[in-house]
């Protein structure tokens, strides 16, 4: 059995999430890093949403246990801003509620579930707080192909015996 890290499996329990949530609107276009190289190489395919965590904070916590608030950075990047909007609204209101982590160390299939096609066993939950949403332009002028973009980041908090 592989060892998956803590930070790892909420990494693949948040893709999978917002994967889930959207993957059929985007056509497979979710992806685990902002696509720095294809945005600067002029090959972004539009629509996609790119899913990024940017910070990791150690808070403490109770005895034997500690807190870590995690900063993520989701980033829908489509052809119009209607478009635009509704990927940034469905995820956004998906965010009212916790996300499941998954415990991915007994191995998974590229669809996120275990390999024997079934749902993975929920180890904890992250629990959402702080979301926003803000529209930013990518109107780069290296770029012939003008997209529209927006940026929903949320934190997330969570535990870790020790």
Do not use: C, H
């Not at 990494?11 to 902002?34: K, Q």
């Not at 478009?83 to 009212?96: M, N, P, S, V, Y």
Request: net charge negative; aromatic share 12%.
């Amino acid at each position: 059995m592989v060892v998956i890290g803590k930070f790892r499996q909420e990494d693949f329990s948040i893709y999978f999430f917002i994967r889930g949530l959207i993957g059929g609107l985007v056509e497979n276009r979710v992806v685990d890093s902002y696509p720095y190289t294809e945005i600067e190489e002029d090959t972004l395919k539009v629509p996609s949403v790119a899913v990024e965590n940017s910070l990791t904070v150690d808070e403490g916590g109770e005895l034997g246990s500690s807190w870590f608030r995690r900063t993520w950075a989701i980033d829908v990047f489509a052809p119009n801003d209607a478009q635009r909007d509704e990927l940034g609204d469905t995820i956004f209101k998906a965010l009212d509620n916790a996300i499941p982590i998954r415990d991915y160390s007994g191995g998974f299939r590229e669809d996120g579930k275990s390999l024997a096609g079934v749902d993975l066993r929920i180890i904890e939950y992250a629990i959402v707080e702080d979301r926003s949403m803000r529209p930013t332009y990518a109107f780069t002028s290296l770029s012939e192909r003008k997209f529209w973009r927006t940026t929903i980041t949320f934190t997330t908090t969570t535990t870790q015996a020790t």
